[in-house]
C-alpha cells in the first residue's frame, strides 16, 4: 500500500470513477444556441433523469490520461504476447484513416460518391489475394472469430449446394477456443484431433477420423505450439480425398507472408487477422477486422456486401440472392466491414511491400528463434525447433519449486514487461507461448532475455515469497478474480 | 524499412547464436514446393511520403459527408465529436493494448469499460451491459441466439421496422442453430400489430425504435404480451441519442436491449469499425455473449477491475460457449464512453432535444414541398418520406449538387419496389438551416 | 446403512435406502480451484446414468456434473448455489449437489469404492 497521504504514487495518480466526480448541471461540451422544437415523440418522452454524471473538459480529459497511465501497449514496451501478434501499429495509418475522404464517409451514400473508398477496398483485397494466392476475398468480417464464421458458413453453403451440409468439423486439440465455438455456431458437431509427440497433428489420428460426415478440419499454421505443421500437404491431402474442405485459422500468418502462400499449401479458406499481421492497433480489445480469402470452389457463396467492377466504376454488390451474389450466404455484418481498419491496413502493406512484408515474416521466425536459443537451457522446451513467429515453453522448469506459469507472469511485469500468453495451448502443462514480432531490436530482447534468465535462476533458488507477492509494482496488485466471479458487479450504483 | 529494428549485423550474430546459416534454416518445415524463394512480384516498401500521396489521392475521389449537407442516417447518424475525444483517444496506452486479461496492467481500459458498462445500462434502462460486440446487427443476431438459449423455444419475430441489414445478419446466423425466423414486411408508418404473432414456441420478438423508418412506438403492450406468453422482447436501437429523449426501452419492458452505438464518438468511418451495445436483465447474465469487466479489489483491499464470468467465453467453454466472440470493439467503446462523458446528462439530453429540433424543422419544411408526403408522425432525428418519383434518381441527381439527401428505399430493401418512391432522412445538430435550405430547394426541383 | 461410490469423473454418490445424494470430489474440487458458480438441476428432472445433471464453474474453468446413476431429482442443495464456496469447504459433505431416486440400482455396479478411486486418482497424478 502508498503511504502518501492521497494514495497516489508520483506519475500515477489514484482516479475515481466519472460517477464519483459528478455536479449535476455541469457538462464539457457547449451547444449551438437553438430553439427547442414543438415535440413530435409520439406522447413518448423520456419520465425522470438518466443518472449521467456531469464533468467539465478539463476533467474529463485528465480522467481518461490517468487512466491511460495505468495501462501497457505495445508502445510502452515489449509485449510478447503469444498467438496475438502485438507488433508496432504504425501512426501513418491513423492520419491516412482520419482524412475527410475516409473517415467521414457515410456508408449509405451513393457509390458515385465513393469511388477512393471502394478502390481502396479492392486494393487491399488484391493484395490479400495476392499474398495468399486464393482467388478470392469476403471483407467483411469484423474480427478473426467472425472471419472464422464467415469461412465456415461458406463451407456449409457450398456443401449445401451439393445436398449435405455434413455433420461434423474436426479442430486439433491445440485450436484457439474460437474454432470449436464457431462450429456450433454453424451447427456443427465438434471432433478433436489429438496432437502427436512432435507437437503437430497426428495424421493417422486425422485420418481414422476423416469421412463423409467431415464438413471441414480447422487448423492453425502455423500452429498454436508455433510449429509450421510439416505434413501438411498430407493433411489437406487426406481432408479433400473426402470431400471435406480445409480451413486455415490465419492468426499466425505473421510467420508466413510473402513467404508461403496458403493456396500452395492445399488451404481452401483462411481468415486473415488485420489487427494482427498488418499491424491495425488493437484498441484494448477491437476493432479488428477478419477478411476471409477463399478459394474458387468456395467463392460463390461469399457473403455480401462486396465489391465489383461496373460500368460505371466500383459498385457495392449488397443484396444476396440475385446477381453476382445469387448463390451468397447472405449478410453477416451490417454495412460494408471494417473499413477503418482497411485504410490503416493498406497504409501498413503500401509502407512495407512486398520486400519488407517477407523480411517483417522472415525478422518475426528470427527473433522466436533467438529467443528459443537463448532461453531453451533454463525454461523447459515444449517441442524441438526451429519455430516459427512464437516459442512454446511450458512450467516443467519450475517443478518442485511452488512457482507457478502465473506466477512468473506477474514477476515479469515488474520488470516493465508484458507477460507472455500463459496457459494456452492446453496441450503443455502450464505453458509459455512468447511471441516476439518483427517490432522487437535485438537489444531489446537481450534485455529480456536476461530478465527471464534471472527470474528463472531465483525460482529455482526456491523464493516462492518474492513470485507470490509479484507484481509489487503496479497501479493494483494481484485481483481477487474470484469475489469478481461469485458476486459479480458489472456496474456502477448510486448508493442507496 | 522504417518499422523494423534489426540491421544485417544482427541478424547475422541472431543467426550465428541460434546456429542456422540462413534464415530460410528457420523455414524447413515448410515443404519445399510451397516455399516462395523470393518476393513476390508485387510493389516493394515505400517512404511514408509517397504512402500518403497513394491515400490521399484516393480520398480526394470521394466526397465527404461534412462536405456536403448530409440527410443521411439508416443507421449511422453523423455527430459532432469533440477535439479532446480523439486526442485522447489516440494515447497509445488505449490504441496499442491487447484485450486487458492483464488486469494489474491494464486497469485503465477495465475502469473505462466499467464505465462504458454503467452507461449502456443507463441509458438504455437495463440492469447489465456487456463491454461491447462487432455492431449493431450481429448484436441482433447474438440476441437471437440468446433469446433461444434462454427459452429453449424456435421462433423469432421481426418487426418489419427492423433495419434489413439487422434482420438478414441475424436471419443468417439463426437458421444453423434451429431457430426460425418470421420476418413482417416492411412497416414504413409504424401501424403493424405483433401481438398476434406472439405463441407458445415464441422465444423473442424483435422490435426496433424508433423503427428504421424513424418511427417512435410505446412497447409496453408488445413487452406485456411477450411476458405472458414466456417470450422475450428484443429492442434494437441504432440511435443511441435518440434515449437522450425518448423512454428507455427498459423502461417499456424489453429484456434484451442492443445498439448500434457508433453515432456517439465513433464517426462515421464508411460504416465501420461499428460498435454493438448488449444490455440485459440481471438474471440473464451468464447466458450474455462477450466480454464483462466486473469489481473486486486487489490484495491490500484497494478497489480494482477484471474481466469476469469468463466461462460463458470460447476461450474456456470452446464449443458450448455463449459465442464465439473473441475481439470485439473496445477503443469504439472507448470512444463511445467519452462521447458520453463530455456530454453528461444536461448535454446528452440537450443534445438529443437538439437533434429533435433540426429533424422538426426538416420535416416541416419538406411537407410544403409539392410530391413529398412525410409518412412520420412521431420521431427522432429521422422520417420517412415518400416522393413523386423514384427516391434513388432524386438522390443521385442531389448527390451531384453536393446534397446528400438521404437514403432511399431502393438502397435498403431492393427487392420491394413498392418503396422505391421512399426516403429516410435524418437530421443531426450538423445539419445547418442553409443546409435544409438546399435539400428543401433540390427536391422541390427534381420533383418539379 | 450408507454406500459411498465414485466415477471416473470424479463425482461422488452415496447411496441410502433407494436415493443417492451426488456431489464431486474433494479431488476434483481441489483441481477445479475456488468454486465461484453451481448450476443446479430441477426438483423433478430425470436423468439417464451419464447424463449432464449440472454445472460447476471455477474462475478459469467450467465442467460438467453428470448423473452417476439414473433416477429423479428430489432434492437439490440451495446453499450452494448461494455459496458456492461450501463446496471447496466440504466437497463430501455440505457441499452436495442433488439427491435423486434410483431408478435402477443395478447400475451401481460398475462405480468405483473408496480404495478404488484412490487409486484411481493416484494413478492420474
Known amino acids: 500500500m502508498s503511504d502518501t497521504i492521497t494514495g497516489n504514487r508520483a506519475l500515477l495518480i489514484e482516479e475515481p470513477l466519472i460517477f464519483e466526480q459528478d455536479s449535476p448541471g455541469r457538462s464539457g461540451i457547449d451547444l449551438p444556441a437553438f430553439q427547442p422544437a414543438a415535440q413530435r415523440l409520439n406522447g413518448l418522452r423520456r419520465q425522470g433523469p438518466i443518472g449521467l454524471p456531469g464533468l467539465s473538459e478539463p476533467q474529463v480529459v485528465r480522467h481518461y490520461t490517468r487512466l491511460s497511465q495505468k495501462n501497457f501497449g505495445i508502445d510502452t514496451g515489449f509485449y510478447p504476447l503469444g498467438s496475438c501478434t502485438m507488433k508496432h501499429n504504425p501512426r501513418l495509418g491513423e492520419k491516412m484513416a482520419r482524412l475527410a475522404g475516409f473517415g467521414d464517409l457515410h456508408p449509405l451514400q451513393p457509390a458515385s460518391t465513393v469511388q477512393g473508398a471502394l478502390e481502396l477496398i479492392d486494393s487491399l483485397a488484391g493484395w490479400l489475394k495476392d499474398l495468399t494466392g486464393l482467388p478470392a476475398v469476403a471483407m467483411s468480417p469484423a474480427a478473426g472469430a467472425h472471419g472464422e464464421l464467415c469461412g465456415l458458413m461458406t463451407i456449409r453453403a457450398a456443401h449445401e449446394a451439393k445436398g449435405n451440409p455434413r455433420q461434423i468439423v474436426l479442430v486439433p486439440e491445440s485450436a484457439h477456443g474460437t474454432n470449436p465455438a464457431t462450429a456450433a455456431l454453424c451447427g456443427y458437431q465438434v471432433v478433436a484431433v489429438p496432437a502427436n509427440a512432435r507437437g503437430r497433428v497426428d495424421l493417422a489420428a486425422l485420418e481414422a477420423k476423416l469421412d463423409g460426415k467431415v464438413a471441414a478440419f480447422m487448423l492453425t499454421n502455423p500452429n498454436t505450439c508455433g510449429l509450421f505443421e510439416d505434413q501438411i500437404l498430407e493433411i489437406a491431402k487426406a481432408v479433400h480425398q473426402v470431400g471435406a474442405y480445409f480451413y486455415c485459422d490465419g492468426a499466425n500468418f505473421n510467420a508466413l507472408v510473402g513467404r508461403v502462400r496458403m493456396a500452395d499449401l492445399g488451404i481452401d479458406c483462411m481468415h486473415i487477422n488485420l489487427h494482427k499481421t498488418f499491424a491495425t492497433p488493437h484498441g484494448g480489445g477491437g476493432p479488428g477486422a477478419g477478411p476471409t480469402v477463399l478459394s474458387a470452389a468456395l467463392a460463390p457463396f461469399a457473403p455480401v456486401p462486396f465489391v465489383v467492377h461496373g460500368p460505371n466504376g466500383f459498385e457495392l454488390v449488397e443484396e444476396a440472392g440475385q446477381g453476382p451474389a445469387k448463390q451468397s450466404l447472405g449478410r453477416l455484418k451490417g454495412f460494408h466491414g471494417q473499413f477503418g481498419v482497411f485504410v490503416r491496413a493498406l497504409a501498413y502493406i503500401l509502407s512495407m511491400g512486398s520486400d519488407g512484408l517477407r523480411q517483417a515474416s522472415s525478422d518475426a521466425v528470427l527473433n522466436a528463434n533467438y529467443l528459443l536459443a537463448r532461453l531453451k537451457d533454463v525454461l523447459s522446451l515444449s517441442f524441438e525447433g526451429p519455430c516459427m513467429h512464437e516459442v512454446l515453453f511450458d512450467d516443467r522448469f519450475l517443478r518442485d519449486t511452488g512457482v507457478t506459469t502465473l506466477d512468473v507472469a506477474k514477476a515479469l511485469i515488474d520488470e516493465g514487461f508484458h507477460p507472455m500468453t500463459m496457459y494456452f495451448p492446453l496441450v503443455v502443462h502450464g505453458a509459455l507461448l512468447m511471441e516476439p514480432t518483427e517490432t522487437e531490436s535485438k537489444d531489446g530482447l537481450d534485455r529480456f532475455i536476461a530478465v527471464v534468465r534471472a527470474l528463472a535462476a531465483r525460482a529455482k533458488a526456491g523464493d516462492q515469497a518474492f513470485f507470490h507477492a509479484a507484481p509489487h509494482h503496479t497501479p493494483r496488485r494481484r485481483l481477487d478474480e474470484t469475489q469478481a466471479a461469485r458476486a459479480p458487479v458489472l456496474r456502477w450504483r448510486k448508493a442507496d | ?448 | 446403512m450408507t454406500v459411498l461410490r465414485f466415477t471416473g469423473e470424479h463425482e461422488w454418490a452415496s447411496f441410502d435406502m433407494g436415493t443417492a445424494m451426488v456431489g464431486i470430489s474433494a479431488y476434483a474440487a481441489q483441481k477445479l480451484g475456488d468454486i465461484v458458480f453451481v448450476e443446479l438441476p430441477q426438483v423433478g428432472a430425470v436423468f439417464a446414468k451419464g447424463a449432464q445433471a449440472a454445472v460447476v464453474e471455477s474462475v478459469k474453468a467450467a465442467s460438467e456434473i453428470y448423473a452417476p446413476i439414473g433416477g429423479e431429482v428430489i432434492e437439490v442443495n440451495q446453499a450452494i448455489a448461494d455459496k458456492p464456496g461450501l463446496v471447496n469447504e466440504s466437497p463430501e459433505g455440505g457441499g452436495w449437489f442433488f439427491k435423486l431416486r434410483v431408478a435402477m440400482p443395478g447400475e451401481m455396479s460398475g462405480l468405483m469404492d473408496k480404495d478404488a478411486y484412490d487409486a484411481y486418482v493416484k494413478s492420474l497424478e
Open chain 2, 1 to 448: 524499412m522504417r518499422y523494423l529494428p534489426l540491421t544485417e549485423a544482427e541478424r547475422a550474430a541472431m543467426r550465428a547464436a541460434i546456429g542456422v546459416a540462413s534464415i530460410d534454416d528457420l523455414f524447413i518445415d515448410v515443404p519445399q514446393a510451397a516455399r516462395l524463394d523470393r518476393p513476390l512480384p508485387l510493389p516493394g516498401h515505400r517512404s511514408e511520403l509517397e504512402v500518403e500521396r497513394i491515400l490521399s489521392a484516393l480520398a480526394a475521389k470521394n466526397l465527404p459527408a461534412g462536405r456536403a449537407a448530409c440527410f443521411l442516417g439508416g443507421g449511422f447518424y453523423r455527430h459532432h465529436i469533440p477535439a479532446a475525444l480523439d486526442q485522447l483517444l489516440l494515447r497509445g496506452e488505449f490504441l496499442t493494448s491487447y484485450t486487458p486479461y492483464q488486469p494489474e496492467v491494464s486497469q485503465g481500459t477495465l475502469q473505462a469499460l466499467f464505465e462504458f458498462q454503467s452507461q449502456v445500462a443507463l441509458i438504455t434502462g437495463m440492469e447489465v451491459a456487456n463491454a461491447s460486440l462487432y455492431d449493431g446487427a450481429t448484436a441482433t443476431a447474438e440476441a437471437v441466439l440468446m433469446a433461444g438459449r434462454i427459452t429453449k423455444r424456435p421462433k423469432i419475430v421481426l418487426s418489419g421496422g427492423l433495419h434489413p441489414h439487422f434482420a438478414k445478419v441475424a436471419a443468417t446466423q439463426a437458421r444453423y442453430v434451429g431457430l426460425a425466423i418470421e420476418a413482417r414486411a416492411p412497416d414504413p408508418t409504424g401501424g403493424e400489430n405483433l401481438l398476434g404473432a406472439i405463441d407458445a414456441k415464441t422465444a423473442c420478438v424483435v422490435v426496433q425504435n424508433p423503427s428504421v423508418f424513424g418511427a417512435i412506438s410505446d412497447l409496453r403492450p408488445l413487452a406485456k404480451a411477450c411476458q405472458a406468453a414466456g417470450a422475450l422482447l428484443v429492442v434494437v436501437v441504432t440511435e443511441p441519442l435518440a434515449l437522450g429523449l425518448i423512454e428507455s426501452p427498459g423502461a417499456m419492458g424489453a429484456d434484451i436491449v442492443v445498439a448500434e452505438g457508433t453515432s456517439l464518438g465513433v464517426g462515421l468511418n464508411f460504416g465501420g469499425p461499428g460498435l454493438g451495445l448488449f444490455a440485459t436483465r440481471e438474471k440473464y447474465v451468464r447466458q450474455m455473449p462477450g466480454r464483462l469487466v466486473g469489481e473486486t479489489v486487489d490484495v491490500e483491499g484497494q478497489r480494482g477491475w477484471v474481466l469476469t464470468l469468463s466461462t460463458r467465453e470460447q476461450h474456456i467453454r470452446r464449443e458450448k460457449a455463449t459465442s464465439n466472440i473473441c475481439t470485439n470493439s473496445g477503443l469504439c467503446a472507448l470512444a463511445f464512453s467519452m462521447h458520453l462523458t463530455f456530454l453528461g446528462e444536461a448535454g446528452f439530453v440537450g443534445l438529443a432535444e437538439l437533434n429533435h429540433a433540426r429533424a422538426v424543422a426538416t420535416a416541416e419544411r419538406l411537407a410544403a414541398i409539392p410530391g413529398v408526403t412525410v409518412l412520420t408522425d412521431g420521431f427522432f432525428n429521422e422520417f420517412a418520406i415518400r416522393l413523386a418519383k423514384p427516391a434513388h434518381q432524386v438522390v443521385e441527381r442531389l448527390a451531384a449538387k453536393g446534397i446528400l439527401a438521404g437514403v432511399p428505399g431502393s438502397r435498403l430493401w431492393p427487392a420491394h419496389p413498392e418503396l422505391a418512391d421512399l426516403l429516410l432522412v435524418a437530421a443531426t445538430e450538423t445539419v445547418e438551416p442553409a443546409d435544409i435550405d438546399a435539400l428543401a430547394n433540390g427536391l422541390a426541383e427534381a420533383l418539379r
